[in-house]
C-alpha cells in the first residue's frame, strides 16, 4: 500500500511533467516562441554582467587597499547573523499587524473533491500540502540564488538552500500566525499555540529596539550605517543574543565561510524548520473548525481570484448625457472606489517605506529634508515609469468580458479613450502628489542651483508626467486591441521564461512608443530654450513641457481613430482566457 509521501511525490512529478509539456508545446505559436527567446536573452545577458561585474571585484587590489577592507568584512561576517537576526525579527512581529493570509493548507477544487473524501488524516492532509508547496519555494529559491551575488558555485548553493530555509520556514510560520487571527475572528482569545509565537516575535525584536534605544552608540549615531553597526553590536550580545536565536539560525548559512562551517549551520536551520513543521500540526490540530470551514468555502468559491467588490455609497452619479468616453471612467472610477480595501492600502505603504528605506541606505541621507526628498523624487519617477504596468483598470482587464463591450452601441475609438482616461488620471495624480512634496522640498532645502532653476525644472516634470503616462497607456491599449493573444487575463498570469519574456517585450515596446511620441514635443522644447531662454529662463522648459503633454493628447486622439475599426473587427475569441 502507497503511502502519503509516495502518493504526494507521485503527484508533484505528474504535475510538473505535464506543466513542463504544455509549456514546451506552446511554444509553437510564435508570441510564446519569441517570449521565449527573449526571455532566455535577458536572463543571459543579466547573469552575464552580474558575473562579470562580480570577477571585476575580486580582481586583485593593492595591498594597501585589501589590508583596510579585511578588517570590515571580518567583522561584517561576524555581525551579520546578528543582523539579518533582527530583521527577521522585526518581519515575524510585522506578520501579526498585516491583514495577509497564507495560502499552505489552501486546496484546490479537485484536491477538495479528491482528497477530503479519501481515508486521510489531517496530519497527512497538512503534510501533503507543504511537499506541494515545496515545488513554488524551490523555484523561488533557485531564481534568487542565480542572481545571488557570488561567482563560486559553492556560493550560489550556499545562497539556493539559505533561501529555501527562509521562504518555507516563513512560509509555515505565516500560515500559523493566519490560522491565529482566524480563530480569534471567530471570537475566541488568542490560542494556546500561537503564544509563543507572538512572544518570540515581540520579545527578540521589542527587547534589541529597547536595547538600542538606551545605547549610546546608537543614539550618536551619524548616519545610517553606523547606526546599522551598533545595532548589530547589541544583538550579539548575550541576552539579545539568546532572545534571537530562532533567527539567527536560520540565515547564518548565508554567511558561512567553508563547508564544515555551513554543515553545522544547515544542520541547525534543518532543526529549526523541522520544528515550524511540527508547530504548524499542531496549530491545525487546534483549529479544526477553521480548517473545515476554510475547506467549504474554497469549495464553493469560484476558482478564480478576482478582486472583491464592495457595495459602497456613490460619490458621483453618471450623468443621462455627455460624452460616451465618461461612461467608462465612471465605471472604472466605481471599480477603483470598490476594490480597494485595507489590504492594498497596507502593501502601498510597505511599498512606500521599502523606498524610503532603500534611499536612506543607498545615498545615507543625514538631512531629513534631502531623505524625504529623495523618497519623492524615486516615488515620481517610478509612479511615471512603471505604474502603467500595474494599474491595468483598461481594455486590458476588459479584454475578459469582450462580448459585453462589443454588445454595446458605441464607437470602438470611444471605447478606447474611454478605456485610456481613467488609469491615466490616478496614475498622474499620484505622480503629481509625490513631485509636489518634492518640489516643495526642493524650494526649502539648500543647494548650489538657484532656487528659481529647481523650481522651474520640477514643474517641467509635472507638466510633462501626464504625456509621459497617456503615452504608455495608449501603446498598452493599442497592444491589446492589435495583439490581444498577448494580454492575460484574469487574476492568474503566465508564468516561465517565454512569459517573462513577453513582458519585457511589451515594457521595451511602450516605452519605445513612449520616447517616439515625445519627440515632436522635445524638438519643440529644444526650440523655446532657444528663443525664450534669454528672456525667461529655464522657465521655458515648462513652456516645453505643456506643449509636449498636449502634441501626446493629439497623437493619442490620432491613434484611437485609426484603432477604432482595428477594435470593431476584433473577434470574441481572440482573446486568451485564463486557466
Given at each position: 500500500?502507497?503511502?502519503?509521501?509516495?502518493?504526494?511525490?507521485?503527484v508533484?512529478?505528474?504535475?510538473?511533467?505535464n506543466?513542463m509539456?504544455?509549456?514546451?508545446r506552446r511554444?509553437?505559436?510564435?508570441?510564446?516562441?519569441l517570449g521565449?527567446i527573449?526571455?532566455?536573452?535577458?536572463?543571459v545577458?543579466?547573469?552575464?554582467?552580474?558575473?562579470?561585474?562580480?570577477?571585476?571585484?575580486?580582481?586583485?587590489?593593492?595591498?594597501e587597499?585589501?589590508?583596510n577592507?579585511?578588517?570590515?568584512?571580518t567583522?561584517?561576517?561576524?555581525?551579520a547573523?546578528?543582523?539579518?537576526?533582527?530583521g527577521?525579527?522585526?518581519?515575524?512581529?510585522?506578520?501579526?499587524?498585516l491583514?495577509f493570509?497564507?495560502?499552505l493548507?489552501?486546496?484546490?477544487?479537485?484536491e477538495t473533491?479528491?482528497?477530503?473524501p479519501?481515508?486521510?488524516?489531517?496530519?497527512q492532509?497538512?503534510?501533503?500540502?507543504?511537499l506541494?508547496?515545496?515545488?513554488?519555494v524551490l523555484?523561488?529559491?533557485?531564481?534568487?540564488?542565480?542572481?545571488?551575488?557570488?561567482?563560486?558555485?559553492?556560493?550560489?548553493?550556499?545562497?539556493?538552500v539559505?533561501?529555501?530555509?527562509l521562504?518555507?520556514t516563513?512560509?509555515?510560520?505565516?500560515?500559523?500566525?493566519?490560522?491565529?487571527?482566524?480563530?480569534?475572528?471567530?471570537?475566541?482569545?488568542?490560542?494556546t499555540f500561537?503564544?509563543p509565537?507572538?512572544?518570540l516575535s515581540l520579545?527578540?525584536?521589542g527587547?534589541?529596539?529597547?536595547?538600542a534605544?538606551?545605547?549610546?552608540?546608537?543614539?550618536?549615531a551619524?548616519?545610517?550605517?553606523?547606526?546599522i553597526q551598533?545595532?548589530?553590536?547589541?544583538?550579539a550580545r548575550y541576552?539579545?543574543?539568546?532572545?534571537?536565536?530562532p533567527?539567527?539560525?536560520?540565515?547564518?548559512?548565508?554567511f558561512?565561510?567553508?563547508?564544515?562551517?555551513?554543515?553545522v549551520?544547515?544542520a541547525?536551520a534543518l532543526?529549526?524548520?523541522?520544528?515550524?513543521v511540527?508547530?504548524l500540526?499542531?496549530?491545525?490540530?487546534?483549529?479544526?473548525?477553521?480548517?473545515d470551514?476554510?475547506?467549504?468555502r474554497?469549495?464553493?468559491?469560484p476558482?478564480?481570484?478576482?478582486?472583491?467588490y464592495?457595495?459602497?455609497?456613490?460619490?458621483?452619479?453618471?450623468?443621462?448625457t455627455?460624452?460616451?468616453?465618461?461612461?467608462?471612467?465612471?465605471?472604472?472610477?466605481?471599480?477603483?472606489?470598490?476594490?480597494?480595501?485595507g489590504?492594498t492600502?497596507?502593501r502601498?505603504?510597505?511599498?512606500?517605506?521599502?523606498?524610503?528605506?532603500a534611499i536612506l541606505?543607498?545615498?545615507?541621507?543625514?538631512?531629513?529634508?534631502?531623505?524625504l526628498?529623495?523618497?519623492?523624487?524615486?516615488?515620481?519617477?517610478?509612479?511615471?515609469?512603471?505604474?502603467?504596468?500595474?494599474?491595468?483598470m483598461?481594455?486590458?482587464e476588459?479584454l475578459a468580458?469582450?462580448?459585453?463591450?462589443?454588445?454595446?452601441?458605441v464607437?470602438?475609438?470611444?471605447?478606447?479613450?474611454?478605456?485610456i482616461?481613467?488609469?491615466?488620471?490616478?496614475?498622474?495624480?499620484?505622480?503629481?502628489m509625490?513631485?509636489?512634496?518634492?518640489?516643495?522640498?526642493?524650494?526649502t532645502?539648500?543647494?548650489?542651483?538657484p532656487v528659481?532653476s529647481?523650481?522651474?525644472?520640477?514643474?517641467?516634470?509635472?507638466?510633462?508626467?501626464?504625456g509621459?503616462?497617456?503615452?504608455?497607456y495608449?501603446?498598452?491599449?493599442?497592444i491589446?486591441v492589435?495583439?490581444?493573444?498577448?494580454?492575460?487575463?484574469?487574476s492568474?498570469?503566465?508564468r516561465g521564461?517565454?512569459?517573462a519574456?513577453?513582458?519585457?517585450?511589451?515594457?521595451?515596446a511602450?516605452?519605445?512608443?513612449?520616447?517616439?511620441?515625445?519627440?515632436?514635443?522635445?524638438?519643440?522644447?529644444?526650440?523655446?530654450?532657444f528663443f525664450?531662454r534669454?528672456l525667461?529662463?529655464?522657465?521655458?522648459?515648462?513652456?516645453?513641457a505643456?506643449?509636449?503633454t498636449?502634441?501626446?493628447?493629439?497623437?493619442?486622439?490620432?491613434?484611437?481613430?485609426?484603432?477604432?475599426?482595428v477594435?470593431e473587427r476584433?473577434?470574441?475569441?481572440?482573446?486568451?482566457?485564463?486557466?
Amino acid at each position: 500500500m502507497l503511502s502519503t509521501l509516495d502518493v504526494t511525490l507521485y503527484v508533484i512529478w505528474c504535475t510538473a511533467r505535464n506543466r513542463m509539456r504544455a509549456r514546451l508545446r506552446r511554444l509553437k505559436e510564435p508570441r510564446y516562441l519569441l517570449g521565449a527567446i527573449v526571455g532566455l536573452g535577458y536572463l543571459v545577458v543579466t547573469l552575464g554582467i552580474r558575473q562579470r561585474v562580480f570577477l571585476q571585484g575580486d580582481a586583485p587590489r593593492v595591498p594597501e587597499a585589501s589590508s583596510n577592507r579585511t578588517p570590515i568584512l571580518t567583522a561584517f561576517r561576524a555581525l551579520a547573523p546578528a543582523l539579518g537576526g533582527v530583521g527577521l525579527s522585526g518581519l515575524s512581529l510585522l506578520a501579526w499587524l498585516l491583514p495577509f493570509g497564507s495560502n499552505l493548507l489552501a486546496f484546490s477544487p479537485t484536491e477538495t473533491a479528491i482528497l477530503m473524501p479519501a481515508p486521510l488524516t489531517r496530519r497527512q492532509l497538512v503534510i501533503y500540502r507543504l511537499l506541494r508547496s515545496q515545488a513554488a519555494v524551490l523555484a523561488g529559491a533557485f531564481v534568487m540564488a542565480l542572481a545571488y551575488p557570488t561567482g563560486s558555485l559553492f556560493g550560489r548553493l550556499r545562497g539556493l538552500v539559505g533561501i529555501w530555509l527562509l521562504l518555507t520556514t516563513g512560509h509555515v510560520f505565516g500560515t500559523i500566525i493566519s490560522l491565529a487571527r482566524e480563530k480569534m475572528r471567530k471570537g475566541s482569545r488568542l490560542p494556546t499555540f500561537a503564544w509563543p509565537a507572538l512572544v518570540l516575535s515581540l520579545g527578540a525584536f521589542g527587547g534589541i529596539t529597547f536595547a538600542a534605544i538606551r545605547s549610546a552608540a546608537f543614539a550618536s549615531a551619524e548616519d545610517p550605517a553606523e547606526a546599522i553597526q551598533a545595532v548589530a553590536v547589541l544583538a550579539a550580545r548575550y541576552w539579545p543574543r539568546l532572545l534571537l536565536w530562532p533567527f539567527t539560525t536560520l540565515v547564518r548559512p548565508f554567511f558561512a565561510s567553508n563547508l564544515a562551517e555551513f554543515t553545522v549551520a544547515f544542520a541547525a536551520a534543518l532543526m529549526m524548520w523541522a520544528a515550524s513543521v511540527a508547530w504548524l500540526v499542531w496549530a491545525d490540530a487546534c483549529c479544526a473548525d477553521v480548517a473545515d470551514a476554510a475547506v467549504e468555502r474554497q469549495s464553493t468559491a469560484p476558482r478564480k481570484r478576482d478582486a472583491i467588490y464592495r457595495n459602497r455609497a456613490t460619490i458621483a452619479h453618471l450623468a443621462p448625457t455627455g460624452r460616451t468616453e465618461m461612461v467608462f471612467v465612471w465605471k472604472a472610477a466605481l471599480r477603483t472606489l470598490r476594490s480597494v480595501d485595507g489590504s492594498t492600502v497596507v502593501r502601498s505603504l510597505i511599498l512606500l517605506l521599502s523606498m524610503g528605506v532603500a534611499i536612506l541606505f543607498a545615498t545615507r541621507a543625514r538631512g531629513l529634508i534631502f531623505l524625504l526628498g529623495s523618497f519623492s523624487t524615486l516615488g515620481a519617477l517610478f509612479t511615471t515609469l512603471m505604474a502603467p504596468q500595474i494599474v491595468r483598470m483598461d481594455l486590458r482587464e476588459d479584454l475578459a468580458h469582450l462580448e459585453w463591450l462589443k454588445a454595446w452601441p458605441v464607437k470602438g475609438a470611444e471605447v478606447l479613450r474611454g478605456e485610456i482616461l481613467w488609469p491615466a488620471a490616478l496614475v498622474t495624480t499620484a505622480a503629481w502628489m509625490f513631485g509636489g512634496v518634492a518640489l516643495l522640498l526642493s524650494v526649502t532645502s539648500r543647494s548650489l542651483i538657484p532656487v528659481a532653476s529647481r523650481s522651474a525644472f520640477w514643474l517641467a516634470f509635472l507638466l510633462l508626467i501626464p504625456g509621459v503616462v497617456l503615452a504608455q497607456y495608449t501603446v498598452h491599449n493599442a497592444i491589446a486591441v492589435i495583439f490581444p493573444g498577448w494580454v492575460p487575463l484574469g487574476s492568474s498570469r503566465p508564468r516561465g521564461v517565454d512569459a517573462a519574456g513577453q513582458r519585457v517585450i511589451v515594457l521595451a515596446a511602450s516605452w519605445g512608443a513612449m520616447l517616439l511620441a515625445l519627440i515632436p514635443g522635445v524638438v519643440v522644447t529644444a526650440l523655446l530654450l532657444f528663443f525664450l531662454r534669454p528672456l525667461v529662463g529655464l522657465w521655458a522648459l515648462s513652456v516645453g513641457a505643456l506643449v509636449t503633454t498636449i502634441g501626446v493628447a493629439g497623437e493619442m486622439l490620432l491613434v484611437t481613430e485609426a484603432l477604432g475599426p482595428v477594435y470593431e473587427r476584433l473577434d470574441v475569441t481572440s482573446a486568451e482566457r485564463p486557466d
